[in-house]
């Protein structure tokens, strides 16, 4: 599968964003769909993810309560709703997918399919 991931910006500290990650080639129930984040001399980080099928939505603990990622299956296409936004939520936004559900989906490394970043940019 392959991903394009869109909808990066600059926002005002509290205001909102929408990305998205449309993806082309077959999407099956048990595939693992994520977002990522890199900041500038950070590691890569799990915001959240999803299964493809439904039954499995996962947050890092930083973004739970103002983020929600959601899936548009006719669209094919994954988005990260992004609420309240801070200046340290500044960073190259990547989505990602996997062909299985995983318990480890935290793990950047478990993902074989990426898309290309897109930054947002949080201003106080």
């Known amino acids: 599968v392959q991903l394009q991931a869109y909808g990066g910006g600059l926002v005002q500290a509290g205001g909102s964003l929408r990305l998205s990650c449309a993806a082309s080639g077959d999407i099956f129930g048990d595939y693992a769909l994520a977002w990522f984040r890199q900041a500038p001399a950070k590691e890569r980080e799990i915001v959240a993810a999803?299964?493809?099928?439904?039954?499995?939505?996962a947050y890092a603990d930083s973004v739970k309560g103002r983020f929600t990622i959601s899936r548009d299956n006719a669209k094919k296409t994954v988005y990260l709703q992004m609420s309240s936004l801070d200046p340290e939520d500044t960073s190259l936004y990547y989505c990602?997918?996997?062909?299985?559900?995983?318990?480890?989906?935290?793990?950047?490394?478990?993902?074989?399919?990426w898309g290309q970043g897109t930054l947002v940019t949080v201003s106080s």
């Open positions: 990602a997918a996997r062909i299985r559900w995983t318990t480890n989906w935290r793990s950047a490394s478990e993902y074989t399919s």
């Open positions: 999803l299964r493809w099928g439904g039954g499995r939505y």
